[in-house]
């Protein structure tokens, strides 16, 4: 690309930032849930759950409303919440069954607690690759993976878009695995009409601050399964005490936590949610502008959205053509950032963290995996998912949509930001040298 004496000199070299402020940060909180957590103060009851075998075993009113209007919306027999949605996923994972030394696929990319969900049960995660399109699970790297020992698939609908639910749930039909969807960052999103998370045997949404609503942290686990809800209550709070009264005679991982959530974080739950749509089309009308502010950029993919499917954008997926280019991300994203466009160069990889590279979890002696439970040598090395691990050290970027509420003009300033990187992409080829350039 040839430079005129129009092109304005990029900021990264000395050139006018295109974004000279910080975007409004993304709050969701207004004046409905300040009335409705300030009722929950004033009646002094901010959380009635009782570790025991007894009426308030399921929480308080708040916590009941809110289970209740979940299971509704997302159109479900059950939703339990939960003080976060790492807890929920741990109590999925209990719930389901898993023994210690079964084998969990789950994807590499995706927030560290979902392979840690299942290390905590002393099952063992096995990473399977992703789709280069939707960055979630690739059903044919699932299948690769089974082995006899496997016994669930843990899915993550990254990013806001549903993995290939009803190809997952075939293959696990077929191999007799359970499946639990995280759709921590989907939720809204929808496959097929249907609310993604709610397709497989176990699903949910997290509450934590910086989703699409929140209650500062929390989680929603949704399940049609009577067994599978019943044991996450039990798992969520204090099992061990109440199982007996209750009447519970299967105890496997029937340990429990105090994973149960207030009533003052359910009474703004209650108002979010009723705010859910709005805010899910909200985001998709921003995301719908940048990509046609972004259309025609060499080398620059914008997010694909499969037909069956919407998505919900906690993130802005987009990925670089480096040949295309011939400019590397690096450079690329340091030009966007001198710009002002506070864009990610990578995701992550969780199977190239220490704790399974050096297979190390509980204590210094490598358990599970060096224990008799662990049934072969998982392997962790880097090269096992391929396109997870050439999207994180080359071509991904991403934009973190639900950080921000942002307007039509926000958005139009982050395309022209990406447009003047674009107008001096030789520039960049070129390396520190253009800095003296006029």
């Known amino acids: 690309m040839n430079h005129s004496s129009k092109t304005e000199k990029l900021a990264l070299f000395g050139g006018p930032k295109t974004i000279q402020s910080d975007f409004k940060r993304y709050n969701p909180i207004g004046t409905e849930e300040v009335q409705a957590a300030k009722e929950v103060i004033e009646s002094g009851v901010l959380s009635q759950f009782l570790g025991a075998w007894h009426e308030d075993f399921y929480g308080g009113p708040k916590v009941r409303e809110f289970e209740y209007r979940c299971a509704e919306y997302f159109g479900v027999k ?138 500062g942290e929390g989680g929603i686990l949704v399940t049609d399964d009577d067994e599978i809800a019943e044991r996450s209550q039990l798992i969520r709070n204090h099992a061990e005490v109440v199982v007996g009264d209750k009447g519970v005679t299967k105890l496997s991982n029937m340990i429990g936590h105090n994973f149960r959530l207030g009533e003052i974080e359910c009474a703004i739950g209650i108002e979010q949610l009723k705010k859910l749509s709005g805010f899910v089309q909200s985001r998709q009308a921003m995301a719908d502008r940048l990509t046609a502010g972004l259309k025609g950029l060499r080398g620059l993919r914008t997010p694909l959205v499969k037909p069956d499917r919407s998505h919900v954008y906690y993130v802005y997926p987009l990925i670089l053509d480096i040949k295309k280019l011939g400019v590397g991300r690096e450079r690329i994203h340091a030009a966007l950032q001198a710009e002002g466009v506070a864009v990610s160069d990578r995701y992550q990889n969780i199977h190239l963290l220490p704790v399974y590279q050096r297979k190390l979890a509980y204590g210094s002696r490598g358990f599970p995996w060096t224990s008799d439970i662990c049934h072969r040598d998982v392997d962790y090395r880097k090269g096992i998912c391929p396109v997870a691990e050439e999207l994180n050290d080359v071509s991904y970027l991403g934009f973190g949509m639900c950080v921000y509420d942002l307007t039509e003009a926000d958005v139009d300033l982050i395309a022209a930001a990406f447009r003047k990187v674009w107008a001096n992409l030789n520039f960049l080829q070129e390396g520190a040298s253009v800095a003296s350039t006029a």
């Open 78 to 215: 059950h939703a339990v919440t939960f003080n976060s949605w790492t807890s929920g996923l741990v109590a999925a994972v209990g719930a389901i069954g898993i023994e210690p030394g079964d084998e969990v696929i789950v994807t590499p990319w995706t927030m560290s607690a979902s392979a840690t969900a299942i290390l905590h049960w002393n099952a063992i995660p096995v990473f399977a690759d992703i789709d280069p399109e939707t960055f979630n699970l690739d059903p044919k790297s699932v299948e690769a993976n089974i082995t006899s020992y496997t016994k669930a698939i843990m899915v993550a609908d990254i990013f806001g878009q549903s993995a290939d639910i009803d190809e997952l749930m075939a293959i696990a039909a077929k191999h007799g695995l359970k499946v639990i969807s995280d759709t921590a960052q989907a939720p809204g999103a929808l496959y097929k009409g249907k609310h993604a998370g709610t397709l497989a045997h176990v699903g949910g949404y997290s509450l934590n601050y910086h989703k699409h609503i929140h209650t």
